[in-house]
C-alpha cells in the first residue's frame, strides 16, 4: 500500500517568501501525484498534475517537481501571498483506481 | 458550470439511522468516487465507478453501498449508520480512470451520527 507523508504537518511564512512543501511516498512505481488545496470546510481544488513520465509542471506561482528514484515530491510557492493559505495536500497513484491522500501541510502566509 | 455538486452539506444521524448522500456531476465524466475525510488520517477511498453501471470498493467500503445508473449520478447508501461513520465525505469525478487524469472534488458533505 502507497504510504504518503507531508512534513511540516503546518507552517506560517511572511508575505512575499518563497516556499517549498514536501511530499514522500513509500511505493517508487507511482502512476503520477496530483497537489490539491483545501480551504477551511471546502472541498479540494487541484493544483497541478504530474504524469508519470514528467518531472515537473507549472502554473503561475506554482511548480511542482516529481523524482520517482528518491520518492519526493515538493511543491514551490513563489512570493507567497495571504491569499495563499490553506491546507496542501498531495496524492499519489500507484495505476490502481485509488490515490492515496497525505495528511496535508497547513500554510499560513501573515501580511 | 457547476462541477460536482454534493448534497446534503450537513446531515445528523442517529445510530442505526439510513441516508443517502448525493453526488452529481456535469461534465461528462466516466470516473466518479466517494472518499472520507478524517482528522489527522488524510482521504480514504470509500467506492469508485468507471462508467455506469459499474462499481468496486476502495479501501474503506464497510458500511457504504453505491449504485451508478447513470454518467452524472453517483450516490453513497449508509444502510445503518454507526459513530464511526461520523467524517466529512467528498465526492470525486475525473474524465478519465482515476489513475490518468486530474480529479474534481465536490464541496463536502459533513456527517455526524450521534
Known amino acids: 500500500k502507497q504510504e504518503v507523508t507531508q512534513i511540516p504537518a503546518a507552517l506560517s511564512v511572511p508575505e512575499g517568501e518563497n516556499l517549498v512543501l514536501n511530499c514522500s511516498f513509500t511505493d517508487s512505481a507511482i502512476y503520477n501525484l496530483q497537489w490539491f488545496r483545501q480551504d477551511p470546510g471546502k472541498g479540494l481544488t487541484s493544483l497541478l498534475l504530474?504524469?508519470?513520465?514528467?518531472r515537473e509542471q507549472t502554473s503561475g506561482r506554482l511548480n511542482a517537481s516529481l523524482d520517482k528514484s528518491s520518492g519526493r515530491s515538493t511543491l514551490y510557492i513563489a512570493a507567497s501571498q495571504p491569499g495563499d493559505s490553506a491546507t496542501y495536500l498531495c496524492a499519489g497513484h500507484s495505476g490502481a483506481n485509488n490515490l492515496f491522500f497525505g495528511t496535508g501541510t497547513r500554510l499560513t502566509v501573515i501580511p | 458550470n457547476a462541477g460536482v455538486t454534493q448534497t446534503p452539506k450537513f446531515q445528523v444521524l442517529k445510530t442505526g439511522q439510513s441516508m443517502t448522500l448525493q453526488c452529481a456531476q456535469d461534465m461528462n465524466h466516466e470516473y466518479m468516487s466517494w472518499y472520507r475525510q478524517d482528522p489527522g488520517m488524510g482521504l480514504r477511498l470509500i467506492h469508485y465507478s468507471v462508467g455506469a453501471g459499474i462499481t468496486d470498493q476502495g479501501e474503506v467500503p464497510n458500511g457504504y453501498n453505491v449504485s451508478r445508473s447513470t454518467t452524472e449520478d453517483f450516490p453513497l447508501r449508509l444502510l445503518s449508520a454507526a459513530p464511526s461513520q461520523t467524517s466529512v465525505y467528498f465526492c470525486?469525478?475525473?474524465?478519465?480512470?482515476?489513475?490518468?487524469?486530474?480529479?474534481?472534488f465536490g464541496e463536502g458533505s459533513r456527517l455526524t451520527v450521534l
Open positions: 504530474i504524469q508519470s513520465s514528467q
Open positions: 470525486a469525478s475525473s474524465y478519465r480512470t482515476g489513475a490518468n487524469g486530474e480529479l474534481f
